[in-house]
């Protein structure tokens, strides 16, 4: 599972005390927050986000997905907090996710 491998690595570089594991803020579900970097990390499945097709061809689940995302980008930087999205494609490529951080 993606998000078990990603809490893995994020553990493995920053600590278990340092990662937070479904964090809320302001309503939104956070997959993870690393204290130490101040930095909020999604994890986006690639088809439930939307992220497969163009926008235009976004129905339903995804397309709702897509536009509740982008709120929540537009709500983190109004509020002046750090954001990282990682599609879930990249863990399963096994690209270094933790590389954008």
């Known amino acids: 599972m993606p998000e078990e491998s990603l809490k893995v690595q994020l553990v493995r ?3 278990e005390q ?3 594991h479904h964090v809320i803020v302001d309503g939104y579900r956070i997959d993870f927050f690393v204290k130490s970097i101040n930095t909020y990390i999604q994890l986006d499945g690639t088809y439930w986000h939307g992220l497969n097709a163009p926008y235009e061809q976004l129905m ?3 397309k709702d997905k897509f536009d509740r995302d982008r709120r929540c980008d537009k709500h983190f930087i ?3 907090l750090r954001l990282v999205r990682i ?3 990249e863990m399963k490529e096994g690209s270094d996710v933790l590389s954008q951080l």
């Open 87 to 89: 599609p879930d494609r």
């Open 13 to 15: 570089r920053f600590g």
């Open 18 to 20: 340092d990662v937070e």
């Open 78 to 80: 109004t509020k002046g």
């Open 60 to 62: 339903g689940t995804p």
